[in-house]
Every structure is written in C-alpha cells, then in structure tokens.
C-alpha cells in the first residue's frame, strides 16, 4: 500500500495557532490553549474547548497558554498541543510522517529555535523546518521574497509584531490585547480577560482621533469591590489605550528604515508596508502608519491568515527562497 505524506504549515501564535495543509487550505485556527489533567498529564482539550474552561475548572486541571512573546514558555504542553493538533488534523500513521514547516518571531535564540524544531518532531514530524514570521507573513500575502525586495511587512500577532525589511527587523513585545487589559484596569479598576480584550480591539477599537466612534459593554472584576460588574467602554477608551504599543511599532519602523541601505529605502517608499496579523484590521492603522512614516502602508488580503498561508507556501518553494530564509533539522 501506497501513503502520501502530507506538508503541514504552522502559525505557532502567542494567542492563536493555524494549520495549513497543502491542498486543503487552513484546517484549524483556534486558540493556543491548551487543558490538561496535571495528576495524569493528559490534555482534555486544545483550542476553543480549552479556552471555553477558563474559570470553570477544578484545581486538578490546569488552563495553560504555552506560548508566551511568541517563543515556546512551557516545552512540554506546547509538544502534547501539537501532537494533538497535528493527530487530529492529518491522522496518526507509522507509515507516513509529515513535513512541518513552523513559524518564528525575529530574533528568537538559537536556544529558542531548537525548542521548536524539537517540539515539531515530537509531533510526529519527519523532518521540520522554521520561518520567521515576517517572512512567512510576505510570502502568504503574495509577495517574493526570493529576491531582494524593500518591501516591509509588519505582522501584529497576539504576543509580538514583527517588523522586517528583508533580514532587517525588529520586534515589538506588547499586544494591543494586553494593551487594553492594562488601561481598563488602571482607568475602571475592573479586571477583564484577553478574550474581552480582542473583542474591544475588534468592535470598538480606532488609532484616529476622528476614527471609528461607537462603545460596548463588557464584563470584568471589580478590583475594589471584589465582585462582577459590567462597565462600557469607548472607542476613545481604546485610542488611548493603543497609544503606546502603537507608537511602540511606529519608533521600530523608523529604526529598521535607517538601518536599511539606502537601495532597499528606495524600494520601500516605492512599494509600501504590508500590514498582516490581526492587529492589521485595528481601524484606522494603517492610515496613521502612512501619516507618521510617509510610506504608503496597506492591509494585506485575509491579513489574519497569511502567516499560515505562507509557512505551508514555503514548504513548496524551498529550493527557490533564498538561502538562510529557513532552517531546518536536515
């Protein structure tokens, strides 16, 4: 009997984890959640499950993000997360491992990198391969990477955004998510999840002062009386609370433009940033990036997927992405 192995791309997210098989598209994209008994070390559930637990646990089990920034915080459950991923999106065989391409933040250590590629092996892979983010976010946003290119990407994850000219880049870490958590908390003393957060940053959020102008309701801890309450929060609420992170990411783009040679400068007033990542959909962002930089800047199409997309792209085109582009355990 014949078995086909099948190539598997992974956006390995602070908040979310996306799988991209060849030839079917993005086959999971929930939560980077994981419960699991910690008497039996068994995992309960990954993904939506998991996060629907939070809270509403006993104390023999344990809710865990095991992704913290981007990078691997806890090796162990982030290896049972995808195996149970992988097993539930391309089956178990002994005949047939895949390839497993996996995506990283810029500037990651060697340490870091090897968790990974471990990880991904204990999956069940046969071999693993990484991409930084930036890259696998402009390859599934459509643009060639295989030459040199000044166009910029700027991915805005869940834990990270990654900033990148080429091999040029930095990295911001502090969420629009955390962001908001922060503000409510020192400005409505109520403690919200990063659930509520991203549902803030999705419907009411804006980084224009005559941006979107709406409000939602939203329920959290009060951290005086002790008890749940709900409280309304604003778009105006949210500007102010992406204001740092948001000029955060402004101030590493003018950093990584002046290291640029002056060719690849040149290329990247002509062709524009990518905006990719949830972040990207944050209304109003990618006009206030052209207005601090005077760079053209646009939202990629299906921004939230193009880190997935690219991770399984770049396992096709391998032999034609410039050298050092990946690395991998072959």
């Not at 009997?1 to 997210?13: A, C, E, Q, R, W």
């Not at 023999?60 to 981007?70: A, F, M, N, Q, T």
């Not at 040199?148 to 805005?156: A, E, H, K, Q």
């Not at 880190?307 to 990946?326: C, D, F, I």
Request: charged share 20%; glycine share 10%; hydrophobic share 45%.
């Amino acid at each position: 009997m014949f078995f086909n192995s099948v190539d598997i791309g992974i956006d390995l997210g602070t908040a979310n984890l996306l799988v991209y098989i060849k030839g079917k598209g993005i086959v999971f994209n929930e939560p980077s959640v994981v419960a699991i008994n910690r008497s039996k070390n068994k995992i309960l559930a990954v993904g939506n499950e998991a996060r629907d637990m939070i809270g509403k646990v006993p104390e023999s089990i344990s809710v865990i993000r095991p992704l913290k920034e981007g990078v691997i915080a806890n090796y162990t459950v982030t290896q049972k997360m995808l195996e149970f991923v992988v097993e539930r999106v391309a089956g178990k065989s002994f005949f047939s491992k895949p390839r497993i391409m996996v995506c990283i933040p810029t500037g990651i250590t060697s340490v870091e990198k090897r968790a990974v590629l471990e990880a991904a092996m204990q999956a069940g892979a046969s071999k693993t391969y990484l991409i930084e983010e930036p890259l696998a976010a402009a390859l599934g946003a459509g643009l060639d990477i295989s030459v040199p290119s000044g166009s910029m990407v700027i991915d805005i994850g869940g834990g990270t955004t990654d900033i990148a000219i080429l091999s040029l880049g930095g990295v911001v870490v502090d969420s629009f998510d955390e962001a908001i958590v922060r503000y409510v908390k020192k400005v409505y003393n109520v403690l919200i999840g990063e659930p509520t957060a991203e549902k803030i940053k999705m419907n009411v959020a804006t980084v224009l002062s005559n941006g979107k102008c709406t409000d939602m309701e939203v329920q959290g801890r009060d951290l005086i009386a002790g008890r749940p309450t709900t409280i309304k929060v604003t778009s105006a609420d949210a500007r102010a609370a992406l204001r740092e992170p948001v000029y955060s990411i402004i101030g590493t783009i003018r950093g990584v433009l002046e290291k640029c040679p002056p060719e690849l400068s040149a290329d990247t007033v002509d062709k524009g940033m990518v905006l990719t990542g949830g972040g990207a959909l944050v209304d109003g962002l990618a006009q206030l990036l052209t207005e601090e930089t005077g760079i053209k800047t646009t939202v990629a199409e299906n921004p939230l997927d193009c880190v997935a997309l690219g991770t399984g792209k770049a396992l096709s085109e391998l032999n034609n992405l410039r050298p050092g582009s990946v690395v991998g355990n072959d």
